[in-house]
């Protein structure tokens, strides 16, 4: 059957979300912004929603299953506040979440409690490589069996919060898979970037590029154990959050736009009211439902186990990227001038926007 | 309620059938039909029509009187005791889609009431509905059509010329006026042999000084004295499908057809609901937008595969050549379209208003539909231009799409005035 209504639970969901966001992210985001830095105090009361927790199961200290399709709603609506603001809250679920679908029953046990059963702590992952032709699935940083540890090697960018991350999910080319390893902030041969990362966009998320000489770890660290993990299913996890979190870019920007237009006058009537404001914001309308739903159906798709979920999600993404891209670029052309200016939020989300095309790996649902 | 994305099975079914008809019957003739513009598909239509009869119905759909219209409670599928949520309108746009991946031409020479009938089903008395609508059960094939667009009347509709007066001796309906872009308007109201007798839907003015308020749609019966189609047109493309201009001199029509009230009331709700037809029909439309690109997509991939290029999904944009890259943004188009009729006509039957999401469907499927099939002639380069193949003429086929039922530009019109909340007025 087809159905477009989330269920009551998600409905619910999306309402705190979206107040959370609109209440506390989006007032902060051009401090954050400015400053690199977004006060602990909002991104723990983004972790009081309990995105993560309520994906983890009550064996494992959460309170529930994890949902692509819920996942993606909630991401949607913490990025229309703000985009920075959404990655911050939610990066303990870089580590969490792939040990919570692919972890052995030791990795379960032994990081999944502490992490969902108290305050917001800084858990990250790293999986974007500093290349222009950086490809997931043919990772530069290798990992190789030797006396029975693994061995890391290689370098990592934009990893959040790695600074004063507890652990971080490493992903590595092993015998040509990418596979992830459970790296511990104290082991031997990481090296973290004293600089963060200084990029267009999301500015007050603390970036770092982080260094693995000769790191051993354990052949349990490994995510799964053994026999590893099914990484596009994790790759595809990324990418829908990645298109979830531009939608929710796109929507703030149109939002914003579509109110400016309908304030704004010029030659005696409100721009809105000028076909060629209002064909420009219909489009935006219609290209940012184009993508919800690819969005969705992806996320679908994983929920259901459906093999066409790791295509739709690489479509969701790719198309994603370039639709929040077009959207933020004419939010800020319907303000003008006034666009250009930092007093208003679309450059900000414009700069936002180009960033979906090489930010998958700093989301995951 | 959730969000879902598995197609019910009439729907998965329809479209399995529908693949195979398209194949056998549509693809053959597609070329020849199209070089031999005005020539009437007979062998097709008849067939069409007995498979349709066969399957228990008047057209493809179950129990429906034509693709357009609304679909009343469907039984057929309720082997669950009626829990089941309604489907018709996705059943609809599943098959159009289906067989406009055949041939959209081909599809709109199907036999049923087309829009004509939707206009007496959204616009009529329920004795009107039986009266007009019984004919497209009968044993010949039968067609009826719509009238709006005149010369000087478009897109912007209400600029209708056309005029019914009521002779008050007779009690007959006097038009008079010429209607264009008739589609299908030869086979609805040409007395062929092989056609069941169908009629036009003309839509004329009862009182010009009232605007909107004034504007009635009349039923005219196939061969009415002082109706006649004076011009086939000539098309870029789906040229089986008859495009015609239909003049009415002193055209009498009984009184009881008129659709609507027979005087000027403050509310013109004859004209809304002339209107509210399009919120139906352009997601259906839409859809056959979304079986063309599909069809020209699908081609385009065969010919790759054939050289052995295969799409690298999953890499990243900068490792992908460009072939892979234009595909796979054709693809991303081609599937969110189709979505959004999902989404469009999901909401049709579930009785939630739709305005937004169906003009939207409209707006995406005639940019995508467009896009595609040029971007395929271009990719194939001399095979995509030559008419040898049928990618050239898709690309001929599917501009209509962003242009009827409503072009691109007024629909996103629609759109905007929706997603502002501003009126006509606020928005022109």
Sequence with gaps: ?365 | MSIEFDAPKPVANAQFVLKTVAEEMMRPNSRYFDEHEHEIPWDYIEFMHSAMKAMGGNSLAPREPSPSSPPPEDERHRDDGGKRPPIGYQLIAAQMEALSWGDVGLYHCLPGGGLGAAAVHAAGSPEQREKFLARFHGDKPTFAAMCITEAGAGSDNSAIRTRATLDEKTKEWVINGEKIFVTGGDKSFTEYEKLGRGFIVVWASIDPAAGRAGMRAFVVEGGTPGVRVVKLEHKMGIRVSDTAAISLVDARVPFENILGSPTVDQNPTGFKKAMATFDATRPLVAATGVGVARAAFEFLKERLAEREIHIRYGLPRQKLTSIERDVIDMEIMLKSAWLMVIKAVWMADNKKPNALEASMSKVRSGDICTKITQKVVEMLGPLGYSREFLAEKWMRDAKITDIYEGTGQINRLVVARQILGYSGAELR
């Design chain 1, 1 to 365: 059957m087809y159905s477009f209504d989330p269920t009551e639970e998600q409905q619910m969901l999306i309402e705190a979300v979206n107040k959370y966001a609109a209440n506390d992210l989006r007032p902060a985001a051009r401090n954050a912004e400015e400053s690199g830095e977004l006060p602990r105090k909002i991104i723990a009361k983004g972790w009081e929603l309990g995105l993560l927790q309520a994906s983890i199961p009550e064996t494992y200290g959460g309170f529930g299953e994890r949902s692509a399709v819920t996942g993606a709603l909630a991401v949607e609506e913490m990025a229309f506040g703000d985009l920075a603001g959404a990655l911050a809250v939610t990066a303990p679920s870089l580590f969490a979440t792939p040990i919570s679908l692919m972890g052995s029953e030791e990795q379960k046990r032994e990081y999944l409690p502490r992490i969902v059963e108290g305050e917001w702590s800084p858990y990250t992952a790293a999986l974007i490589e500093y290349a222009f032709d950086f490809d997931p699935n043919d990772l530069k940083t290798i990992a190789t069996l030797e006396d029975g540890r693994y061995s890391l090697n290689g370098e990592k960018a934009f990893v959040s919060f790695a600074k004063e991350a507890q652990a971080l999910l490493v992903y590595a080319n092993l015998d040509g898979q990418t596979q992830a390893f459970i790296v511990a902030k104290e082991a031997e041969g990481l090296s973290i970037s004293e600089e963060r990362e200084k990029l267009m966009g999301v500015n007050a998320l603390p970036l770092y590029r982080v260094k693995l000489t000769n790191v051993k770890i354990p052949v349990a660290n490994r995510l799964g154990g053994e026999s590893g993990c099914a990484f596009e299913q994790l790759l595809a996890s990324m990418r829908i959050a990645n298109a979830a979190a531009a939608v929710g870019v796109a929507n703030a920007a149109f939002e914003y736009s579509r109110d400016y237009a309908k304030e704004r006058e010029a030659f005696g009537v409100k721009i809105a009211q000028k076909q060629a404001i209002a064909f420009m914001l219909a489009e935006m309308r219609t290209e940012i439902e184009a993508m919800r739903l690819l969005m969705w159906e992806a996320a679908w798709e994983l929920d259901t186990g459906r093999e066409d979920a790791v295509k739709d999600a690489y479509l969701a993404s790719t198309g994603a990227a370039d639709m929040a891209m077009m959207v933020t670029d004419r939010a800020v052309q319907i303000l003008g001038g006034h666009g250009y200016i930092r007093d208003h939020p679309v450059e900000m989300w414009m700069r936002n926007g180009r960033g979906f095309a090489m930010l998958t790996g700093l989301a995951i649902i």
